[in-house]
């Protein structure tokens, strides 16, 4: 048989290897990986130096590390926001917005009814806030995508641009309850009460299993287990309930949903709303465990988008968020420390952005690979033609 | 109708030149959510569509202001921008077109790594100004006349032909044979593919060129306003404006012009309230109104749209896979 051409072509697998699905995640890290150092070499720093800088400013020493866990906290909740929308195909991608919603209801809470409270109910008051700040501005594009299918992708991005302004309003345009009016110079927000700040993790005095730490309080506050926990929550609210069952349903087939009986139109709200809620809860963790005020130039630092990015490397599921969250939160922690790393190894804060949008267009073209495998088959050549003719013909069928 | 505003204004005893002036900016400033527009159109016609349209903006707009500040060179800059926003295109199309990925996804990755790669390049000349390359021509005997004239035979170059790209482009799409496999594509793959059209390059080409078209409007950021280079705000989200633009416009190139100036209108709005003396207004409020008016006009136009009468192209979205049809 002489061989004509080469036919190459992508087959859907019959059985999808679970293992699959991690060396397609950690295959498309790399060539990210790659992407971004192409981008570093042209810009003249050395890729390999900078990596290994980033990663041990970022996970290999203990001030580093515990910073990424800080700076992982909004993101695990930012990532179950996207999660839960990806779970029926809807895309809140107003994650942003909502975080700053959230920030400026926690921060209202903070100085106007929490004072007077004991310290656990007032960090719960102060988080509930927030949380309902971040639902209420998930709202009308629920009800619009519910009622109208007016395009949720759209109108979410358009309320973070109402909310950052809306933000820049309360602190900076304004003298409105949030500002405060002491400070005369650059306009700063007011600060909440003591007792709604979320306690921060000390490192303990003495070594612990053998380790010994430095001293020094870290940046790994309770916001982290209100982000565990909602991650818990949210598993068991869509694997485990008749209304995650639902969701997942609708997500694989709403003319199935359709036939069942599920309302879409509720799903879609309650979807949208819980979205938006777990957004606010970042935003709340952000006023109540690092600012201590309303200050939008430290909310509006691209979570939400970045949860966008978690939620899809961690292709929807909670636990996965919260793996996926630390590693970009590192990212984020490693590209902050390296603006004091000596000057060939000084990048732009940027490369984590720009590392974050690589991961996701490789994880996604990588995606495929998950579910088909590539067939190469060898074309024979016109003598053999006759007998494989009939065979060819089967192509156009679904395998 | 501009005339008859002109005598209201007059009559009204408000100033008028400031609200001429407002509104030859408007003209001015809606060209890149325009060409942006204009480009999805083309690529969403092809049934594909691409939510990046803010990330190639970015893209266009550093690659534009790094060749323009290296060469001083309109044309090198605009070039720059083009093959900029494009080869994000590509990345696009490559994973909508040829690994069938989730579209919508990929949109998002586009403005995520569009904004990354535009911040991380764009950082060495961070708040450096550069002058615009592109001024205002008086276009003769028509400039002078009252309101017309500054408003639309004042402009640079670019406005002009932005006029001959709209009609160009509608007459591309609807009276051209590669315009019509263009919609059949759009409407259905699986006819256009019987009839002969490779239905993958006829997407690669429209949506790579639509990509060219948001470039376009980075370059014009570049070399008209000649901003200072600033991470945040350069695009102040118009790529999104223009993508709910398209929806608005039924996917037709002549009505986006007109949405585009009123976008242009809001975008200005805080200037010229200001040039009109209005100050009761807060800034951060007028701020938001172009995206306000985005939500409204979005929510107005699904209300509208029963029985999807719009005209979205029947196969928007949908990946085109002949073996699993």
Redesign the interface.
Known sequence: MRVASIDV??E?RLAVWRGTALLVTSGSLLLALVVGGI?LKL?GHPPLDVYRELAKTAYFNWYGFTDTLGASTPLVLTGLAAAVGFKMNL?N?GAEGQLFLGGIASAWAGIAIVPGMPGPLAVLTVMFAGALGGAAWAF?PAL?RAY????E???T???N??GL??M??LI???YSYWRDPKIVGFPQGKEIVDAARLPHWNFPADSMFGIAFPPGRTQVHLGLAFGVIAALGLWVLIERTRFGYGVRVTGDSPAAARYAGISIRGSIIVVMLISGALAGLAGAGIVAGQGYKLDPGGLAV?LG??G??VA?LARSNPFAVVVVAVLLGGLRTGADNMQSAPDNLKI???????????V??CA??G??FRTHRISVRRVPSNSDREEHLSGAVG??V?? | MIGSFASFLATSGINTNVWVVGLASAVSFAMPILFAAVGEILCERSGIVNLGVEGMLLCGVVAAFLAYDASDSAALSMVCGLLAAGALALVHAFLCITLRSNQTVSGLALVIFGAGVSNFVGEPVEGKQIEAAFTDLRIPGLHDLPVVGPVLFHQNVLVYVSVLVVISVAFYINRTRPGLALRAVGESPATADAQGISVSKVRYAHVVIGGMFAGLGGAYIVLVDGPAWNQENTTGGIGWIALALVVFASWRPGRVMFGAIAFGFALRANFTLQGAQITWFPAEVLRMMPYVLTVVMLIAVSITDVGNKLGAPAALGRPFVRDER
């Open positions: 072509r992508l859907r981008f810009t895309y991608i009308i619009t109208f299918n007016t395009s992708i759209v109108t991005l358009m309320f641009f109402i302004y809306l820049q309003y900076q345009g304004s691209a988008y970045t966008i990015v899809a732009p804060v940027a490369i984590a952005g720009m590392l974050e949008g690589a996701l267009i996604l073209g995606e495929l192509v156009g679904s395998p």
